[in-house]
């Protein structure tokens, strides 16, 4: 059986003969069926195994009528449950699904009745899965390409193919805009788990009273305003890959919460005392340097090291300048397919060559993007590009290092918009805290 693509269905049942029947008859290609005698092993079992659905005598030996329903979904809000009984029991059967059961079936039952029961109750499992997954998702369905023949870019392709088949987690580090969430998507496609989706959480965006409830997912009146059980975003990446972009930026309360999950591969949700099993690709990405925010006492040592076990660094476009041209010509083919490609001119392409590009290349994708709106008859002129591009002269290399020419540039389009910060951060193509960060260093 491929264990891979088999959802798991578990079955309780206190006599052998029925344990041993529905283990046969229910399990297939598609389903690893396994089985408990007792409450209380069923428990275990729901503690160390991920199950879809449970096919559930009715009444046990350890436990009294309706108990075990109650705590199996007080664990496990997502699964089905088939509640089995006899004749005599169809008003508690009735109250069963009043508590959460999906359906119940009278014995003797009709066995191919039970396996399109249990079929069903996955397809409703898988429907609740991905109405989940899409509210916490925010990957792209299109095909995902690294632009670029340099010496760097085919290092980075050389690590991707290496590592995306492997469990070990990745830390993708380097400057803002410069393509860490690429990277990452790739690694996604190029692993097992590439058949479902990739779950993308930015860690700079967690609330930082709810950001271990958001990822570990909480039990109801576990703090206030929990009114309810949640699953959290270890949940939903179960047997797929958890991308956490801008790792730097999570609550270091929250870190050996996270860190014990890298080890292990258990949690525990929010107020909830029993440890949950997952099977999940972690990615990481960040741009900031780790190794100075645990010095600093903002990081998680042991996190650290963990997270590090594979590191990618993402070299600022400035390093790569030899890709320009070809990450121009995709922006111009891809960014308005309705469109004729735009062609752009020598002197506009030596602007843009000469140009340091402190936003890599989400902002070159803004300035092409606003490039194209601007053309005449699908030509691209220094007119088309920011007056910041068009203006700008190769620098002395005698007299300005790179990040002095970052810091002329970055000030001088903060001046352009007389102050506005955010409007910088747009046109750059950073966020607001990476250009709150290089103006407070420009200060010191």
Same mark, same amino acid.
């Given at each position: 059986m491929n264990k891979n693509t088999a959802y798991p269905v578990l079955v309780i049942d206190d006599e052998e003969t029925i344990r041993r029947l529905l283990t046969k008859e229910l399990g297939n290609e598609n389903r690893e069926v396994m089985a408990a005698a007792t409450g209380e092993e069923a428990m275990a079992m729901i503690r160390s195994n991920w199950f879809d659905v449970?096919?559930? !005598?009715?009444?046990?030996?350890? *436990? &009294?009528?309706?108990?075990?329903?109650?705590?199996?979904?007080?664990?496990?809000?997502?699964?089905?449950?088939?509640?089995?009984?006899?004749?005599?029991?169809?008003?508690?059967?009735?109250?069963?699904?009043?508590?959460?059961? /999906?359906? $119940?079936?009278?014995?003797? $039952?009709?066995?191919?009745?039970?396996?399109?029961? *249990?079929?069903?109750?996955?397809?409703?499992?898988?429907?609740?899965?991905?109405?989940?997954?899409?509210?916490?998702?925010?990957? &792209?369905?299109k095909e995902v390409k690294?632009?670029?023949? &340099?010496?760097? +870019?085919? !290092?980075?392709?050389?690590?991707?193919?290496?590592?995306?088949?492997?469990?070990?987690?990745?830390?993708?580090t380097g400057e803002s805009g410069s393509g860490k969430d690429v990277v990452a998507r790739l690694i996604h496609e190029r692993s097992s788990c590439s058949d479902?989706?990739?779950?993308?959480?930015?860690?700079? =965006?967690?609330?930082?009273?709810?950001?271990?409830?958001?990822? $570990?997912?909480?039990?109801?009146?576990? $703090?206030?305003?929990? =009114?309810?059980?949640?699953?959290?975003?270890?949940? #939903?990446?179960?047997? &797929? =890959?958890?991308?956490?972009?801008?790792?730097?930026?999570?609550?270091?309360? +929250?870190?050996?919460?996270?860190?014990?999950?890298?080890?292990?591969q258990t /949690?525990?949700?929010?107020?909830?005392?029993?440890?949950?099993?997952?099977?999940?690709? #972690?990615? #990481?990405? =960040?741009?900031?340097?780790?190794?100075?925010e645990v010095s600093r006492g903002q990081f998680n040592e042991a996190l650290f090291h963990r997270i590090n076990a594979f590191h990618i660094q993402m070299p600022p476009i400035h390093e790569r300048r030899e890709d320009l041209p070809l990450l121009v010509d995709y922006f111009l083919t891809t960014l308005h397919p309705d469109k004729p490609t735009c062609r752009i001119v020598k002197d506009a392409m030596d602007c843009m060559m000469r140009y340091s590009w402190p936003g890599n290349v989400r902002e070159l994708r803004n300035v092409i993007e606003r490039s194209i709106i601007l053309s005449e008859n699908n030509i691209i002129t220094e007119r088309c590009m920011p007056k910041e591009i068009a203006a700008g002269t190769e620098d002395n290399e005698d007299s300005f290092s790179l990040e002095d020419a970052e810091k002329k540039h970055v000030l001088k389009v903060l001046d352009f918009y007389s102050g506005n910060r955010r409007k910088t951060a747009e046109a750059l193509g950073i966020g607001r805290k990476t250009l709150y960060r290089k103006l407070s260093s420009y200060l010191m």
């Open positions: 449970i096919v559930m !005598d009715l009444l046990l030996p350890d *436990v &009294s009528d309706l108990d075990l329903l109650i705590r199996v979904k007080e664990a496990v809000p997502h699964v089905e449950i088939i509640m089995i009984t006899g004749h005599g029991d169809i008003d508690t059967a009735v109250e069963a699904m009043k508590l959460g059961a /999906y359906d $119940f079936i009278r014995k003797p $039952f009709n066995l191919d009745r039970l396996d399109l029961m *249990v079929e069903k109750a996955h397809q409703r499992v898988q429907l609740q899965r991905e109405n989940a997954i899409l509210r916490h998702r925010t990957t &792209s369905e690294f632009i670029g023949n &340099s010496r760097a +870019v085919r !290092d980075i392709k050389f690590l991707i193919d290496k590592v995306a088949p492997e469990k070990i987690p990745v830390l993708i479902k989706p990739m779950i993308i959480k930015n860690c700079a =965006t967690l609330q930082k009273e709810l950001a271990r409830s958001e990822l $570990f997912g909480h039990v109801k009146g576990s $703090f206030t305003g929990g =009114t309810e059980n949640r699953e959290g975003l270890l949940a #939903f990446a179960h047997n &797929s =890959t958890l991308f956490l972009d801008e790792i730097g930026d999570l609550p270091i309360d +929250v870190q050996a919460s996270l860190l014990r999950a890298l080890e292990t /949690y525990r949700r929010v107020g909830e005392k029993e440890e949950r099993c997952v099977n999940i690709r #972690f990615l #990481f990405a =960040t741009n900031k340097n780790l190794a100075d």
